[in-house]
């Protein structure tokens, strides 16, 4: 849908957007009264619906339809019932009065007295739990000099225990919880400040206990986390604390984690480390003394902060190879003598790599081996070798490296194009039952289009199948010598789209068919057996009614 204004809404184009039982259930929750203070703003509606909840529904028509709703079935329909409740409400208000609602309730509390409206505004409060605590803390934090343990009951407070596990409940707990630790984490500035690291860390206490009967998988909590991640360094950095305290309190978080919320010592504590020569030694210790078996994991988490700080790749590479213990640390090290051009030292640490490497880590050893000859200036043995990565793996991007590399070191090889094309013939496969396809589907026509060898691209698409991407890649480049070509494979993927039997594949087919009527515009036998095809499908396809709706709208004069 391309709409300037919100009066431009087509309802079939919207038919498109979802399937026809939210379409329905849309238009029953818009009759029944269910919108609510709808409001426009430009080419943006906003508007509360009523459902199983309340949710909050926005909606663009800057260019096609964009709709947002807080409910549950907006993560994964385009559009769900309550964003077509809002549509059709607009489609059926001739005037809007944005300010309706509003103005009639103000008038109203207007011509009430001051005490009615204090008690109706405190019988409002007493119903949100929240709120009515948000606004004690706010009235706290203002009549009262900020005290230790009046700021830490406000923390408990501003985070209660309870089980939650509802998305919208978890979601209201930790909006007002946010608001309330932000009020409080700025009265705590005027404490000691010892007092602030003792708050900030039964904050981080309280936020991981409460977190034990919550389900946060939408992530509420992080705008609590920020806070956390960004005071807590600034307060231990002021700690009259020694460096080497403060060192050790850094270093011992760097691999042991008490809370599962907590901020990152490597990330977020970089500006209190970065200075802090005793724990940069801590670090170089814990390696120097790490056994054969230490987990990758630490060896990293102390490595780190010491890569940071190094000034050059020599000391770089001098602390991976205290680390190495894989396969892949090896080829890090490979990897870093290369970019450096140091070559004859990178040898050693890839045939170490080699000697423990997996089936699957002795193909990114060769890998690196073309890296290497290439450097050493061995040129041939490079090709050769990406010949042989090739052919155990066939690839379009690995065909397309290897002929940048042939044009960018003149390789003389006649057969490799003709050889690539076997290849790729011999390797091809058929995309699964679902429909996915691999690289070895498309390989043969991307090389084909390569090397602009259209017709033998259009004698393999006849009788293979390929995905639909690289099939109208295929249609449009051929459309004008072979228009006949282009048509059957827009119409062959049109076909595919509209036995997915769903809305937005059927807008898909369309906004195709569309597409490949306009290029045949100038093919006129061509343009007219399109005509003929939309009845074709018209007919096939009468059962999808939605489908057929959409062709009886846009394409009525060829049924």
């Known amino acids: 849908m391309n709409a300037s204004t919100t009066r431009d809404i087509d309802i079939v184009e919207l038919m498109a957007l979802c399937e026809n039982s939210t379409l329905q259930k849309g238009i029953q929750l818009s009759h029944s009264g269910a919108v609510r ?37 907006a993560q994964y329909q385009r559009l769900c019932k309550h964003s077509v409740a809002v549509v059709m409400s607009l489609i059926e208000q001739p005037q809007l009065n944005q300010e309706s ?17 204090l008690e109706m505004l405190l ?34 407070q501003a985070l209660p225990r309870e089980q939650l596990w509802d998305w919208r409940e978890s979601h209201a707990y930790f909006h007002s919880a946010e608001n309330q630790l932000s009020m ?4 705590m500035q005027s404490l000691d400040t010892e007092q602030q690291w003792k708050l900030i860390n039964y904050l981080v206490e309280r936020l991981n206990k409460v977190l034990e009967q919550i389900d946060d998988s939408s992530g509420d909590r992080f705008g609590i986390e920020s806070l956390i991640n960004e005071h807590m360094p600034n307060i231990l950095a002021k700690l009259n604390w020694s460096e080497q305290e403060k060192a050790h309190w850094m270093f011992e978080r760097l691999t042991l984690h008490e809370f599962d919320v907590f901020p990152s010592i490597e990330e977020d504590f970089a500006m209190v480390w970065q200075n802090n020569t005793y724990f940069l030694d801590l670090c170089r210790q814990a390696i120097e003394q790490a056994s054969p078996d230490e987990s990758g994991w630490n060896l990293r988490s102390w490595a780190n902060p010491l890569i940071k700080q190094s000034p050059n790749w020599r000391d770089v590479v001098a602390i991976k190879q ?14 870093m003598y290369i970019d450096n051009q140091a070559p004859l030292e990178a040898e050693f640490w890839l045939a170490k790599a080699r000697k423990i490497a997996s089936e699957y880590e002795r193909q990114t050893c060769d890998q690196a081996q073309f890296r290497l000859y290439v450097e050493l200036g061995e040129i041939k043995s490079a090709w050769s070798l990406a010949n042989s990565l090739l052919e155990r793996s066939p ?7 290897m002929v940048l590399f042939k044009a960018n070191y003149s390789v003389d090889d006649a057969e490799f194009l003709s050889r690539v094309e076997l290849l790729f013939k011999n390797s091809y496969r058929l995309p699964d039952q679902f429909n996915r396809v691999s690289e070895q589907t498309d390989a043969l026509v991307l090389f084909y289009i ?17 995905s639909t991407n690289v099939l109208l890649t295929l249609a449009d480049l051929v459309v004008h010598d072979k228009p006949n070509h282009a048509l059957s494979y827009y119409l ?28 045949l515009k100038s093919h006129s036998a061509e343009l007219a057996q399109f005509y003929v095809e939309i009845a074709s499908l018209a007919q096939s396809y009468k059962r999808k009614r939605n489908m057929l709706t959409l062709l009886k709208q846009h394409y009525a004069a060829h049924l």
Not at 322 to 335: G, H, N, W
Not at 450 to 466: G, P, T
């Open 37 to 73: 203070k709808l409001t426009m703003m430009g080419n943006t509606a906003t508007a509360q619906v009523k459902g199983s909840n309340v949710y909050q529904v926005n909606l663009d028509f800057t260019g096609d339809l964009v709709a947002e709703c807080t409910c549950p079935a």
């Open 101 to 117: 609602e509003r103005e009639t309730i103000k008038k109203h509390l207007q011509s009430l007295g001051e005490e009615t409206r």
């Open 123 to 156: 019988d409002y409060l007493e119903e949100d739990e929240y709120a009515w605590n948000a606004l004690l803390t706010k009235i706290e934090i203002r009549e009262k000099p900020a005290v230790y343990g009046e700021l830490k009951k406000l923390v408990t």
């Open 184 to 187: 409080i984490i700025e009265s």
């Open 322 to 335: 205290k680390i190495a213990r894989t396969c892949r640390d090896f080829l890090e090290i490979v990897e």
């Open 395 to 401: 690839s379009f991007q690995r065909y397309k490296d």
């Open 450 to 466: 390569d090397n602009q060898q259209f017709d033998q691209a259009c004698e393999w698409v006849a009788s293979n199948r390929v």
């Open 492 to 519: 062959r993927v049109v076909t595919a789209q509209i036995e997915q039997t769903n809305n937005e594949a059927y807008a898909t087919a369309l906004t195709l068919l569309q597409k490949i009527e306009g290029l």
